[in-house]
């Protein structure tokens, strides 16, 4: 009997071996170029494929199965709980500061407690994740823990194979035959929205912030859970390596780098204390743009017989700082909620804050995603509340201090009238949304909303046509619908406050040049409900013209991947 079907069926058990050898170099290859360098050649279903044929060799094969095969990174059943790790070189924390000053003291202080006239230091993000030191022996991922209490951690191998940036076999041939590596596990600010976005609407709790998702994930005793879990990870320092005696700290990151263990690409040195100054002034700037939570710079002696040198205190080391930036969390009073009417009518929280600087911004409102969400926090007017603000997200509300609570204080209750047109507001019992249950043009937040949307930048991206501009056209009654845009003339525009003959002259143009669009921008632009911009190119490339479009029935647009028939 065949072992299993089509494209191994054929295989012998030489050439199977040597088939699943090279998968299993191409997939490292593509998953490297993916997870380590994000310069992917691969589409995701190109790598299926390849990992799908694996998957079906090694199954027909058993006994061609290898501990690093891609294939294995997700163990079959849950742990009953984690082993002690100890490690023998302590994990240790470090001294903070927050200005300039203190840093620039710090580094003189390193060099005049070495009696040297120059030191060199490195600078890098510090990550706020979750610390692992990853065991390599003979270049195989064997073990990996977490920092605990410094001596002793927890063994969580486990979890950290299912991160597919964590390479369970390392590149080249160089590496010494054990060094354990350190690092930080985190998870972006973009998979943290979207797991929790996820969660919002299966109705399950969503996470604080990116730092306990990544903690929780870790914690996981069923890896499989862990699996699902979008977490990646930096390889920041070497804890110790038999068989490699580095001098320098970036010669290890380089080292690092050149066997697949993912380094950061803001890592900067060796440098003289006033350049890392503008290093760790350099690193602040691009906070906001990094994609990932960082509480700050670690800045490093390079030299690291100059660290042995400088020793340790009791928890911290005396050879590396923590330049520590504002925070980017702070606690606030609510002092109401609004409510907006989004274009498609969806009727949403909004938390209207006393004014506090977070994240290097004053911030008065955040996001309260939906009715789910107020009763989740059962949040009261007035509460304090804990809000965030990483990099360019929304400002979100974490969670209420319920000790500081007023009495007596009002729970936060949807309208039974939308706030624009006065129409009612409708909640579906399946969705988390509740709707203004007037259609779009008869409801003037709508029609504002969807006007919007029509003239942004990946819809016909109609230059000049702003949201202040967009308000009062609607407000003056000058349209009503995207159609409305194309009849407006230079008189009319030139009435409006603000606008002179210049600037009515470039929309009328801009307006002009609207009109030749493509297709898959023109359906986005319309704004129909859960058609976004991959949907509209979906449906462009499947049809081909607007008047196919219109005469399709809802069999043929249900033929069009990804459209189901609520979409439909
Ligand atoms: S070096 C002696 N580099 O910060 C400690 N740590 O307060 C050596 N961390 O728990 C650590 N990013 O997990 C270092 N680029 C980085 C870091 C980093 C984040 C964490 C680390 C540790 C904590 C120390």
Redesign the pocket.
Known sequence: MARSAVPTGSHSVASAKQRANTLRAELDEHGHRYHVLDAPVLTDAQYDALFDELRALEEAYPELVTTDSPTQRVGGTPLAGFDTVEHPVP????E?CTETEELTQWMTRSVAALESTSLAFTC?????????ALLYEQGQLVRAAT?GDGTTGENITANVRTIQAVPLKLRGKDWPDRMEV???IYMSQRDFERFNEAARVAGRQPLVNPRNGAAGSLRQLDPQLAATRPLTW?A??LGWAEGWEPERHSEVIARFRRWGLRT?ND?SGPHDPADCVAAVAAIEEKRAQLGYD??G??I?VDDLEAQRALG?RTR??R??I?FKYPAEEATTRLTGVDFQVGRTGAVTPVARLEPVFVGGVTVSNATLHNMDEVERLDLRRGDCVRIRRAGDVIPQVMDVILEERRKGARRVKLPKQCPSCGSPVLRLEEEAVARCSSPAHECPAQRKEALKHFASRLALDIEGLGDKLVEQLVSEGLVTSAADLFALDAEQLQALPRMGEKSALNLLAALDKARHTTLPRFLYALGIREVGEATAAGLARHFGSLEAIEAADLPALEAVPDVGPIVA
Do not use: C, H, Q
Not at 91 to 94: I, P, Y
């Open positions: 994990m240790l924390s470090l903070k890098e993000p510090k990550i706020d994740g979750v610390a692992v920092r350190r690092g930080e930096f920041y320092s950061n890592f960082i509480d710079a670690v490093k340790v911290t080391p050879w590396a923590a």
